[in-house]
């Protein structure tokens, strides 16, 4: 039943009939509209009434509010409350609110609540103390309105009012108050029209209903509305509402009474049923809808009977058409195609479409029979059949659906140069053995081109085809007239092979064919790429397990659900502790536990990633120990399931490393900040990077913000000392910043913020960072002080304390610039050495001091003799030298030198006595008799003894005259053969602890005890030794000899060190430190009992190359001294950044502390500057008490000299330390 109306509903006719019932549409749309407008027409002019009506409800509350203000301001005024007469005033009150019935109660309360007179009965215990109106009234002091309430006397409900009663003092004394009834408003209702149903309603504003009146046609009051009405009134004073009440729809007008900011006024809310309103209008709209559904009925009558006669036949013809179509027969054709109107016009566009389908299905058939067989080809490679059976489907493809096609599959060899055959079924196998194997080129046929020029080759003419040139005979041969070739392409774009399309006629391809030659080129390619990346997949595999086995870093395999260890690596076997079998026990979490840092865990695996970084976790060995370790997992598939391989890396060690760093950074900027030397960094640009507190004070600067990336050069680097500005590109510092050398200056100002120059010494070293240079970090130090000091020490080291002269360490530098430049100008230049004669005398007689007012007065006398270019010098003693320039010829200089005698023989005024000396002068030639202050002092002393023997006063140079020459060439000469056959020995002078008066140490003098000449000093013969390489064997002997007297005394109790003198030939060995190790290892001796001293001048002759020598000697613990300070010139900076343990005092300074205010003054230095730097202080050459007290005095740690004793022979030092506890004068 349901299907048979369902069809019906579905004919034509019905939908005819559709359309006109479709036409009374509008016509029922626009009766319903004058309906709704009737309707709500009504509806406003009902609302603007009642809107009307609760407006004077709420008029009327506001009246009733204020007119009770002024009758509880007249109650408040009258006799018997203003006496306090509550019985009169009780009874005052009943006959009041009995005249005014809109007032339930009247009456006064005290300030404490209790009811002092009431127009009704109270009862007991009532208080209105709690009510709002009460304690408003009380508080303000006025009137008071409260909320509306239940009253406690009446039981009804009301709003309370309350008015105060005031003293003269102000005070308030009671409250009148009165309560306003709310079923006053009944008026309202009983003032609609008869017959009207209406329902007013009274809220507070809080959205209590407080009292519901419903007109006498309106008997059942509806249950409550909603708060709807209430909340709309707190946003507009008046309005309207929709409400449903019992089911049935009302509409409610309402106003607030009261002001709109009154927190206890009331709204009034006056409703009507809409049904009430409506009905007359309804009641006409449904009569004539029922009207117009009478006309329409007709018209389908009409249209009904009409239908089947006009239109329904040929359609039904024309459904039959396509119903047969539709079922597969697609010859089925529409008859009425002839007819001129719409439904034959139908049927002719259906018989097209019908044709252009048919033809359609047939090319379909053809297309799926062609799928079939690719599908079938692809299955066979997805199969892993081999590529010869997939070759020959694929050709059988080709030929099936390439009429008249014989095709074939050729493939290019490993090298790409050469095609082999690979299947062809239909092609004559001689033509096919011919060409495998052939060469591709540029006219190798159509395969041979094609596979050379990775593109489509057409021959539609064998015989005229160029490119046929070499093989058209062999293919006419065996009928083949034209061939087509395309390229077989990988996913890579690289060729493998051809597949070619053989005629046996001359033909061209049409499009289709050539989209199937394309379509079975691609076929091949897949399957030749298939068996490609299967052989790669087992050569990954067995790639992987090597990696995976051989792997040094732990790995192993884990299911990814379960956490289970599925495999293991040798290395995590080792690593961890745990064998092979143990470990596939073992899940994760039995080693993995707690992530160690933040990120550890954190990361989550995205779809593309190869790996997951996991972070770092802590790992438990077998043994119990705990490692950090880094860990990364790969998704793979194992033994047929979801696994994570996880790849660790043991970072342990790292980490510490990476604490230790930042430990150190934390140390290193404490350090930074702590230190007293300056220290700031540069980028490339010059920029200020960091610096410390000591840099901002130094420089005057406050804070660190100053300096910040400004530039250093322009701020404290700009001007030289001398005024001149300083280049950017001639500053070391920037140099260094953009090129890896370091820089040192100590001759170099800073510019202070003030503008002030200060002296500085700075050191400027490269930074790096990964290997680039990123700046360079400058230390410098204020050398104000120091440059005073070493312009001091230095004009100390360089001039005669007593006389002011230039001294022997100036003499070697003056002697090289007269020799050089008098031989620019073929001028004769001389060194002259003066001794005086018998001066001895004059000490002896008149004493030291007058000796040196003599040779003060006499360096006077030459000083004013000098010539411009000339130089005096004091060597010591009685001895001068004077550099002579600019002679003309030897006897000018014999000349200069009588003039020089005739001064000096002069009178002198000395301590009142008249005193006359002569002198001896001795000439040695520049050139004729050395090139160098040595050779030329040696000969001019040797004149001068010459001089001094013959008498005559002046004397030069003569060969013949010097006996020494040849003695000291023997000497040296001997040495070797000395030191062979043992006749060198060892002396020791003791060294005394100025603090304890113990003997502490002892320095190791070197003798020669020659067979024919004696015991010989030193200073005879070691510079000689010095100039061979004989100085390191006799080095390495003392060493040996020392370490073995140090070892012999600490074996018999004696607890003290030995130290020994090196030469400037000993610190350019880079072997020597090495060497003095081994001997100290040999005798057994420590390190820290060996002492080695060193002068200034032999560490500053090669300062680098000594201080690399030196700093290894003491990172051995062998202890090195500074010998003889204060004679030679050497750079304080490089001396701390040396860091020697001791500096011992030359014996000249010792010995003239007291007749020398100037040498005192250096001893002091020296020991200010030694404890300064940490060193020891050694004095020599002390030979009485009163100068041990005075170094004591100063602070000098240890003494030696005469006082404690001369070099002695070991066994003699023995026997003095045994039987002395402290020392004591020889």
């Avoid at 059976?389 to 096609?405: C, H, M, R």
Wanted: hydrophobic share 45%.
């Amino acid at each position: 039943m349901r299907k048979f109306s369902t069809r019906w509903f579905r004919g034509l006719r019905v939908r005819l009939l559709l359309l006109v019932v479709l036409a009374a549409v509008p016509a029922i749309a626009l009766l319903t509209y004058n309906a709704s407008r009737e309707r709500d027409d009504l509806g406003r002019a009902e609302q603007a009434e009642a809107i009307r009506m609760v407006q004077l409800a709420a008029d009327y509350h506001g009246w009733l509010v204020n007119s009770t203000k002024e009758v509880l301001s007249s109650m408040a005024a009258t006799p018997v409350v203003a006496n306090r007469n509550w019985p009169r005033c009780s009874a005052f009150m009943s006959q009041f609110i009995a005249k005014n019935p809109r007032y339930s109660n009247m009456g006064v309360a005290s300030i404490s609540g209790e009811i002092l007179c009431s127009a009704l009965p109270v009862k007991p215990n009532v208080n209105l103390r709690d009510r709002a109106y009460f304690q408003r009234a009380l508080r303000a002091k006025d009137f008071a309105i409260g909320e509306y309430q239940i009253g406690r006397v009446t039981g009804l409900p009301s709003v309370g009012i309350g008015y105060p009663l005031v003293d003269a003092q102000g005070r308030v004394t009671a409250i009148v108050y009165a309560a306003l009834r709310l079923s006053s408003l009944q008026s309202t209702v009983d003032a609609l029209p008869p017959g009207r149903e209406a329902l007013l309603l009274m809220f507070d504003r809080n959205g209590q209903l407080l009292a519901k009146y419903a007109t006498q046609t309106q008997p059942a009051v509806p249950a409550p509305v909603s708060a709807e009405v209430f909340h709309r009134s707190l946003e507009h004073l008046s309005g309207t509402v929709d409400e449903k009440l019992a089911g049935e729809q009302w509409i409610f007008s309402y106003a607030a009474a009261g002001l709109p900011d009154d927190p206890h006024g009331l709204t009034i809310a006056l409703g009507y049923p809409v049904s009430r309103l409506v009905g007359a209008a309804q009641a006409r709209y449904r009569g004539n809808v029922a009207g117009l559904i009478g006309v329409v009925l007709a018209a389908l009558l009409a249209g009904w009977l009409g239908a089947e006669a006009f239109v329904l036949k040929q359609i039904k013809e024309l459904a039959g058409a396509m119903g047969k179509f539709a079922a597969g027969d697609f010859k089925s054709r529409a008859r009425n195609a002839e007819s001129h109107d719409e439904l034959g016009r139908l049927a002719r566009d259906f018989n097209q479409m019908a044709d252009q389908i048919e033809s359609q299905m047939e090319r379909l058939q053809s297309i799926s029979s062609r799928l079939s067989a690719q599908n079938r080809i692809l299955q066979l490679v997805s199969a892993g059949k081999p590529n010869s059976t997939i070759f020959q489907e694929i050709v059988e493809f080709a030929q099936t659906y390439i009429p008249g096609a014989v095709c074939s599959i050729m493939l290019l060899d490993t090298q790409g140069r050469r095609l082999t055959h690979a299947a062809a079924s239909a092609l004559p196998p001689d033509y096919m053995a011919a060409i495998d194997g052939v060469a591709i080129g540029p006219n190798v046929g159509s395969c041979g081109t094609s596979a050379y020029t990775g593109q489509l080759v057409v021959a539609a003419d064998i015989d005229a085809d160029p490119r046929w040139a070499d093989y058209k005979a062999l293919a006419l041969r065996h009928g083949l007239r034209a061939c087509w070739s395309t390229p077989i392409f990988a996913s890579t774009n690289r060729v493998l092979g051809t597949l070619a399309v053989y005629y046996r006629e001359v033909r061209r391809p049409a499009l289709q064919e050539l989209e199937l030659v394309e379509l079975a080129g691609g076929l091949a390619a897949i399957a030749i790429e298939q068996t490609q990346a299967k052989r790669a997949l087992v050569e990954s595999e067995h790639e992987y397990r090597y990696l995976f086995e051989r792997n040094p870093n732990p790995m192993w395999i884990h299911d990814a659900e379960t956490r289970k260890i599925l495999a293991v690596n040798d290395a995590a076997i080792l690593g961890y502790g745990f064998t092979r079998e143990e470990f596939l026990t073992l899940s994760l979490a039995d080693i993995q536990q707690l992530p160690v840092d933040d990120e550890a865990g954190a990361v989550e695996p995205q779809d593309n990633a190869s790996y997951i970084d996991r972070g770092i976790w802590r790992h438990r060995k077998k043994s119990g120990e705990c490692i950090d370790v880094r860990v990364k997992t790969f998704r793979i598939r194992f033994q047929q399931r979801d696994a994570q391989l996880l790849l660790l890396q043991d970072v342990t060690s790292t980490r510490r490393a990476i604490a230790a760093l930042a430990e150190r950074d934390r140390q290193l900027e404490l350090l930074l900040e702590s230190t007293a030397e300056a220290i700031y960094g540069i980028d490339t640009a010059g920029r200020c990077t960091f610096v410390n507190r000591a840099c901002i004070t130094l420089l005057g600067f406050e804070r660190e913000e100053e300096l910040l990336g400004k530039s250093m050069h322009d701020l404290v680097h700009h001007t030289r000392v001398d005024g001149s500005g300083y280049p950017r590109e001639d500053c070391p510092i920037c140099r260094t910043s953009l090129q890896p050398t370091p820089a040192h200056k100590d001759d170099e100002v800073f510019w202070r913020r003030d503008g002030a120059a200060i002296p500085v010494e700075y050191w400027s070293y490269p930074m790096r960072q990964d290997g680039a240079l990123v700046g360079a970090v400058v230390t410098f130090f204020d050398i104000t002080e120091r440059k005073a000091q070493r312009a001091a020490l230095q004009h100390q080291a360089t001039h005669d304390a007593l006389t002011g002269l230039p001294n022997r360490a100036l003499l070697a530098e003056a002697a090289r610039r007269a020799i050089e430049a008098d031989s620019q100008y073929g001028r004769v230049s001389a060194l002259m050495l003066m001794d005086l004669d018998r001066f001895k005398e004059v000490n002896d007689t008149l004493g030291h001091q007058a000796g040196d007012q003599l040779l003060a007065k006499l360096a006077e006398r030459l000083v004013s003799l000098q010539r411009p270019g000339d130089i005096v010098v004091r060597l010591g003693g009685d001895e001068f030298a004077f550099i002579v320039t600019g002679a003309e010829n030897v006897p000018a200089l014999q000349q200069i030198a009588h003039d020089l005698l005739g001064y000096v023989r002069q009178p002198f005024d000395i301590q009142g006595a008249r005193l006359q000396i002569d002198a001896s002068i001795g000439i040695a030639i520049a050139g004729l008799h050395g090139n160098d202050a040595g050779s030329l002092l040696r000969c001019a002393d040797v004149a001068m003894y010459a001089a001094k023997q013959e008498g005559r006063g002046v004397s030069v140079y003569e060969r013949s005259k010097d006996p020494n020459s040849q003695e000291r060439l023997a000497l040296t000469s001997d040495v070797k053969l000395a030191l062979a056959q043992n006749q060198f020995e060892l002396f020791f002078q003791p060294k005394v602890d100025l603090g304890t008066g113990r003997i502490v140490g002892a320095e190791a003098l070197l003798r020669w005890r020659h067979p024919t000449r004696g015991l010989i000093l030193p200073g005879e013969f070691i510079q000689f030794v010095e100039l061979g390489d004989m100085i390191h064997p006799l080095t390495r002997w003392v060493a040996r000899e020392a370490a073995l007297a140090c070892r012999s005394m600490q074996q018999r109790g004696c607890e003290i060190s030995v130290c020994i003198n090196v030469s400037t030939r000993n610190l350019l060995d880079e072997d020597f430190p090495q060497a003095l190790h081994a001997i100290l290892d040999e005798v057994g001796l420590a390190p820290c009992h060996l002492e080695l001293e060193v002068t200034e001048s032999a560490i500053m002759l090669d300062p680098l190359r000594s201080r690399d020598v030196l700093e290894r000697i003491r990172a051995g613990g062998i202890k090195v001294s500074i010998d003889d300070f204060g004679t030679g010139y050497s750079s304080l900076g490089y001396l701390q950044a040396l860091g020697v343990d001791g500096i011992k005092i030359d014996q000249s300074f010792v010995r003239r502390m007291f007749d020398s205010p100037g040498d005192m003054t250096i001893v002091k230095s020296i020991v200010s500057l030694a404890q300064n730097l940490g060193c020891e202080v050694i004095a020599e050459g002390i030979e009485d008490r009163r100068t041990l007290e005075m170094l004591r005095l100063i602070g000098c740690d240890i003494g030696q000299g005469y006082y404690f004793g001369r070099p002695m022979p070991l066994a003699e030092l023995l026997e003095r330390i045994s039987a002395t506890e402290h020392w004591g004068p020889d």
